[in-house]
């Protein structure tokens, strides 16, 4: 059975830096795409970032310079840095696996449960 189980999310004070793990079982994530995606509320999900089995990375323009994401394949985790958050990075984060990199949630056939992210003063 696969799971995928976010962690670090929390409240941050802008310009602050958080780390969320995405630590998966029942499969071997360094054959996998994973990709980091985010739901603000009213707002439809988006992908933020990816990693594909090749270790590309991909990321969306929002989040450029200042998001990181990398897998640490001995402990099956992706991880992904966020600095210098701002009020708009606030979201509920999902870690998703799927065959290839991709910005469309329906590419991805596994999903976490998330992760929230409260960036605020």
Same mark, same amino acid.
């Given at each position: 059975?696969?799971q995928?189980?976010?962690?670090?999310?929390?409240?941050?004070?802008?310009?602050?830096?958080?780390?969320? #793990? /995405?630590?998966? !079982?029942?499969?071997t994530?360094? &054959?996998?795409?994973?990709?980091?995606? *985010?739901? +603000?509320?009213?707002?439809?999900?988006?992908?933020? #970032? /990816?990693?594909? !089995?090749?270790?590309?990375?991909? &990321?969306?323009?929002?989040v450029?310079? *200042?998001? +990181?994401?990398w897998?640490?394949?001995?402990?099956?985790?992706?991880?992904?840095?966020m600095?210098?958050?701002?009020?708009?990075?606030?979201?509920?984060y999902?870690? +998703?696996?799927?065959?290839?990199?991709s910005?469309?949630?329906?590419?991805?056939?596994?999903?976490g449960?998330g992760?929230?992210?409260t960036?605020?003063?």
């Amino acid at each position: 059975q696969v799971q995928l189980v976010e962690s670090g999310g929390g409240l941050v004070q802008p310009g602050g830096s958080l780390r969320l #793990s /995405c630590a998966a !079982s029942g499969l071997t994530l360094d &054959y996998y795409a994973i990709a980091w995606f *985010r739901q +603000a509320p009213g707002k439809e999900r988006e992908g933020v #970032s /990816c990693i594909d !089995s090749s270790t590309n990375t991909y &990321y969306a323009e929002s989040v450029k310079g *200042r998001f +990181a994401i990398w897998r640490d394949n001995a402990k099956n985790t992706v991880y992904l840095q966020m600095n210098s958050l701002k009020p708009e990075d606030t979201a509920v984060y999902y870690c +998703a696996t799927g065959p290839g990199s991709s910005w469309d949630p329906t590419d991805y056939d596994y999903w976490g449960q998330g992760t929230r992210v409260t960036v605020s003063s």
